[in-house]
């Protein structure tokens, strides 16, 4: 999983070992002069994004989308505290389903490390949203949300199962999302599966960097 980057802080360039820069502004690698040597420290994908979000002005503001029951265990809520926690302090956002369990305890990492969370809420009422979103979105549309919060994500984190994290899955999937699963999350065909919360982040650095 490891990247082999080399990150130029002096002259603000990310490399790869493919002999590309990372283009900011258009968001893609591109190709550089043959036999340039870059210069600088290995970095990995986590960093590599977190450098990128906080010293560019073209940041990547599409959210990473985190789903998991309501009724998540003690090991769910922690995995996906320490993901909203770990999502943030790489200058992403975070989507949820903006109500309890997993979606609660996301929304409370993300604010932990003072970042951004969208909550996209079945109800009507914004006021049902759980206390630690910082943005609550009343679509009053019910679970056809998860449809929105798929669609929106740049990759899906699923922590735990549920039969609204398994819609969220199959429409990730049917959009062409990377799905990262753990925790107990759904065997799908297409659903990569880590055991630790950093092993998530990475995979969700290395899509936002358009490595994989």
């Known amino acids: 999983m490891t990247a082999n980057l080399v990150l130029d802080r002096v002259a603000g360039r990310l490399h790869d070992d493919a002999g590309r820069t990372f283009d900011a502004p258009a968001w893609?690698?591109?190709?550089?002069?043959?036999?340039t040597s870059p210069s600088g420290s290995r970095v990995d994908a986590v960093e590599a994004?977190?450098?990128?979000q906080r010293a560019s002005?073209?940041?990547l503001r599409v959210p990473v989308g985190v789903i998991g029951?309501?009724?998540?265990?003690?090991?769910q809520l922690d995995l996906a505290c320490e993901i909203g926690e770990s999502i943030a302090r790489c200058g992403l956002a975070v989507i949820c389903g903006g109500r309890h369990g997993v979606m609660q305890a996301v929304c409370e990492g993300v604010a932990r490390a003072g970042g951004i969370s969208?909550?996209?809420l079945p109800d009507a009422e914004p006021g049902l949203a759980n206390p630690y979103v910082g943005i609550a979105i009343a679509?009053?549309?019910?679970?056809?949300?998860?449809a929105l919060i798929a669609r929106a994500a740049l990759c899906l984190v699923?922590?735990?199962?549920?039969?609204?994290?398994?819609s969220e899955i199959a429409l990730g999937r049917q959009f062409g999302k990377r799905v990262i699963g753990l925790a107990g999350a759904a065997r799908v065909d297409g659903v990569v599966h880590v055991d630790t919360a950093r092993e998530a982040i990475e995979h969700v650095a290395r899509v936002a960097l358009l490595l994989d």
Do not use: C, K
């Open 139 to 146: 679509t009053g549309i019910g679970e056809a949300r998860n």
């Open 57 to 59: 002005s073209h940041r």
């Open 69 to 75: 029951p309501r009724d998540a265990t003690p090991e």
């Open 118 to 120: 969208v909550g996209l």
């Open 158 to 166: 699923a922590v735990g199962d549920s039969y609204g994290t398994l």
């Open 28 to 35: 893609r690698w591109q190709p550089v002069n043959a036999g």
């Open 49 to 52: 994004l977190g450098w990128l």
